[in-house]
Each structure stands twice: as structure tokens, then as C-alpha cells.
């Protein structure tokens, strides 16, 4: 019997994520700036309080979030040995990209990204041909989902993109990457709301990701609550600091 779960890459998701979150206005690998409405919220918060509540962020709460499987680890190694082996391959290196990408060095990644659109214009259509393939053999890898997510992103097919991962969650449910790049992409098509929401179900699932807290920031401050903007952004920098 045909497995009902996984569909032909290129269909609808094979099922509805449950409770997946809203959307977000942020751009893969990018934060703006605080605004002018921040920095207002600054200047009607005494210093005093302000002090006292960045040093509160940086010493209590401190709690075990996510961090690097050794597996993970391995597989980030084996990538990144691959493309010093051939430095100008851009499928090794958007192989590389994309572990980056879901073992938090998502800054990496892009600049990996940006290395292989000079060494192949046309490699976006190739990667993308690659992975529905190698998806269509193998529908329960969540890597190679994730692969074909970012081949969708890239060549500016975000409804599919967001299938994709999707399709990730009903693989791997708690896959915290997953939901954080549902929301991206939820926000780039303008449903901050839908963002949010997805954002929130990954925390839910580890409330110690520094990338989550960064992405509700935004959520708030493009839905005008820079209060709560303020505070998920100082939470956010709180588990950067601390390595999350």
C-alpha cells in the first residue's frame, strides 16, 4: 500500500502540522535593526531598572537548552571536511550550508549559500531537480527534507519550501530548526501572525533557543508591542551569551 504520510516532493505536505505556528517578518540569516518605536520603550525605562534586568537575564534561569549531538557534530565535520576537499563544488558546499543550518550556524550557512551562486549561477535549479529525486527515494529522511526545503527557497518557491518543512515535523516533531525556519518563511509571505504562533510551539518544545527568541522579538515588534519585543530580545541575548 502506498504510504499515505509522504507525497511526491513537489505536492502538498502530506498532512497538517499540528498547531503549527504564525509568521514572523524576518529574512533567512538577517535581523533588522531596533527601530525608532524601540528605542523610545528605552528612554521611558529608568537606567536603573534597565541594568538590573540585563544583569537578571545574564545570571538566573539558567537551564539546560538546545545543544550539538555528538552525531550532529560528526556529520557537521564530515561536511565541512568535504568541501575542503573540493573547495569549488557547490553541492558540497550547500551540503555544508544546510547541516549549518540546523545545528545553529545558520551565519555560516548563508555565507556558504552566497559562495555558490559565484561558482554556479544555475546550481538553485540543479539542487532543487537533485533533492526531489533523492526525496522521492527516500521520504522518511528528515535531512534530505530539509535539503529540499532550502532547494524550494532558493529558487523562489516559499509555498513549497514551507511544505517541506512541514513534512520535516511530521518526521521529526521536535525539531526546533524546523519550526524556527517555518516561521521565517511564514513571515516573509507576510503572516506575522501564523509566525508567532509557530514560533511559540517550537518553544514550547525547548524554551532555551536563543534564534526562537529572537524570531518572537520581531513577531512583537511588527505587531507594535515593543515592550514584549524588547523583552523576547534581551532574552535572546541572554542564551547567546550563554551559548544557546
Do not use: C
Amino acid at each position: 500500500m502506498k504510504n499515505k504520510l509522504f507525497m511526491e516532493p513537489e505536492t502538498k505536505p502530506f498532512g497538517k502540522l499540528r498547531a503549527a505556528p504564525s509568521e514572523v517578518e524576518v529574512r533567512l540569516g538577517s535581523i533588522r535593526t531596533i527601530n525608532s518605536r524601540n528605542r523610545e520603550v528605552h528612554s521611558q525605562v529608568p537606567w536603573k531598572i534597565l541594568l538590573l534586568l540585563i544583569i537578571s537575564l545574564l545570571t538566573v534561569n539558567i537551564a539546560h537548552g538546545w545543544r550539538i549531538t555528538t552525531e550532529l557534530e560528526q556529520e557537521l565535520e564530515q561536511k565541512k571536511a568535504a568541501v575542503d576537499g573540493k573547495p569549488n563544488d557547490p553541492a558540497a558546499r550547500f551540503d555544508l550550508a544546510v547541516t549549518q543550518a540546523y545545528t545553529n550556524h545558520l551565519i555560516d550557512g548563508m555565507s556558504s549559500i552566497r559562495k555558490i551562486h559565484k561558482l554556479d549561477p544555475d546550481f538553485k535549479k540543479k539542487a532543487l531537480g537533485d533533492y526531489i529525486k533523492k526525496v522521492t527515494a527516500k521520504p522518511n529522511d528528515w535531512r534530505l527534507r530539509f535539503r529540499l526545503a532550502f532547494a524550494y527557497y532558493f529558487n523562489d518557491q516559499k509555498q513549497n519550501a514551507i511544505h517541506e518543512f512541514e513534512n520535516v515535523l511530521m518526521i521529526d516533531p521536535y525539531n526546533v530548526w524546523a519550526y524556527g525556519y517555518l516561521a521565517l518563511l511564514y513571515g516573509e509571505i507576510d503572516k506575522v501572525d501564523k509566525a508567532m504562533e509557530i514560533t511559540k510551539q517550537g518553544l514550547a518544545i525547548d524554551s532555551n533557543v536563543a534564534a526562537l527568541h529572537l524570531l518572537l522579538s520581531e513577531g512583537y515588534y511588527k505587531k507594535g508591542d515593543s515592550w514584549k519585543g524588547f523583552l523576547e530580545r534581551m532574552e535572546a541575548v541572554r542564551l547567546k551569551a550563554l551559548g544557546y
